[in-house]
């Protein structure tokens, strides 16, 4: 198997992780809309808060998924969207859907720090 295949594989089982645990989050926010009480409301919704942010990281995983599965079959996965130069094969290894190269990586979060 290559590397590639190996990284696709990743991605598909992430892929289902993140699939179940986002309509098991989807169910409990439907089947909650029964709490009475003002104060399991309260709880209700700060645990909704919760959920609600928990769900939408999930998401953004999940479409960063679906991204680089379909630059797999495009054949641009790999390629930096920033600087256009391949990423290192241990790093998509580490991190599958990384859409940067370690250097633009750093940068950003340099950036994002200041
Ligand atoms: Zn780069």
Redesign the pocket.
Same mark, same amino acid.
């Given at each position: 198997m290559s590397n590639l295949e190996v990284i696709k594989k990743k991605l598909m089982l992430r892929k289902e992780e993140l699939e179940n645990d986002l309509s098991t989050l989807y169910r409990e926010r439907v089947t909650q809309d029964t709490v009475q009480d003002p104060a399991d409301q309260a709880l209700a919704s700060a645990l909704e808060d919760i959920k609600i942010s928990l769900h939408n990281t999930r998401l953004d995983e999940y479409k960063m998924i679906l991204k680089a599965l379909e630059m797999i079959n495009d054949g641009t996965y790999g390629i =930096?969207?920033? *600087?256009?130069?391949p990423?290192s094969e241990k790093r998509l290894m580490l991190f599958p859907n990384s859409a940067? =190269?370690?250097? *633009?990586?750093e940068n950003m979060e340099e950036d994002q720090n200041n």
């Open positions: =930096c969207i920033v *600087c256009n130069k990423i940067r =190269c370690l250097l *633009c990586q």
